[in-house]
Nanobody
């Protein structure tokens, strides 16, 4: 089992920045990738960014604005979000994959971009 705890969400004005954190505990040795997804009201959950030991992958809507990083010693993954837009408003979920078809989810953290 893997437990994921997210933090860092909140309310920010358009053009602002936020950093999300996700700390993993439990069977962390089994994790081979971590990432962030988001879900806005009435929309499907979508990939924001993911990271393995070798590379990072981003959704097209956040490319160039968001940066994912991982601190292995702290079992933590971060999402630095810059130049935020109202359409970035969503619940952001941390994900940890232990195989291609098996993963774990955090409880979600709300990000609201509004003036």
């Amino acid at each position: 089992q893997v437990q994921l705890v997210e933090s860092g969400g909140g309310l920010v004005q358009p053009g602002g920045s936020l950093r999300l954190s996700c700390a993993a505990s439990g069977s962390i040795f089994s994790i081979y990738s971590m990432g962030w997804y988001r879900q806005a009201p009435g929309k499907q959950r979508e990939l924001v960014a993911s990271i393995t030991s070798g590379s990072a992958n981003y959704g097209s809507s956040v490319l160039g604005r968001f940066t994912i990083s991982r601190a292995n010693a702290k079992n933590t993954v971060y999402l630095q979000m810059n130049s935020l837009k109202p359409e970035d408003t969503a619940v952001y979920y941390c994900n940890a994959q232990v195989s291609a078809i098996s993963g774990y989810w955090g409880q979600g953290t709300q990000v609201t971009v509004s003036s």
